[in-house]
């Protein structure tokens, strides 16, 4: 659960339409979680990009990398610790994110061009669920050092 003073929690919320969404953030500056939705589509990402809060979307399982460039012009904190696998082109997107920080903690394993394009993620980002990565992954992540990795992928 992620609400506090200034949040609202919405977690039984199983679908979300962009006029809903555009309802829900009139109250700018409150953390929105919303971790009941299993999927967003891009045009309501892009709505929820104009919170003025944190982003908890840790429901989603799948995101498309039009979804994901859209949720990356949020300009406050990110989490999407549902997703277990991303696409280099998700990554990508998500490496523009500017909000600070970037949490992606259920993801097993990134392949090559994933790690590449989220090392070049200028805030705090977050891939404590990593199991499984190849050389040139690990390389990539140890690159930034606002990245946290856990276990044996650590520093």
Do not use: W
């Amino acid at each position: 659960m992620h609400q506090g003073k200034s949040g609202l929690d919405l977690q039984g919320l199983t679908s979300l339409t962009p006029e809903v969404a555009t309802a829900l953030i009139k109250n700018q500056g409150r953390s929105l979680c919303l971790d009941g939705l299993t999927a967003l589509s891009a045009e309501t990402a892009g709505v929820l990009a104009n919170s003025g809060g944190s982003l908890f979307l840790d429901g989603l399982a799948t995101l498309t990398p039009d979804a994901a460039e859209a949720l990356a012009k949020h300009k406050k904190p990110l989490e999407l610790d549902g997703l277990t696998a991303i696409s280099p082109a998700v990554a990508k997107a998500l490496a523009k994110h500017q909000g600070g920080s970037l949490e992606l903690d259920r993801l097993t394993t990134l392949a090559p061009e994933a790690a590449a394009a989220l090392s070049k993620y200028e805030g705090y980002l977050s891939l404590s669920g990593l199991v499984s990565l190849a050389p040139k992954a690990l390389k990539a992540l140890h690159s930034n050092p606002r990245i946290s990795l856990q276990g044996k992928f650590r520093r």
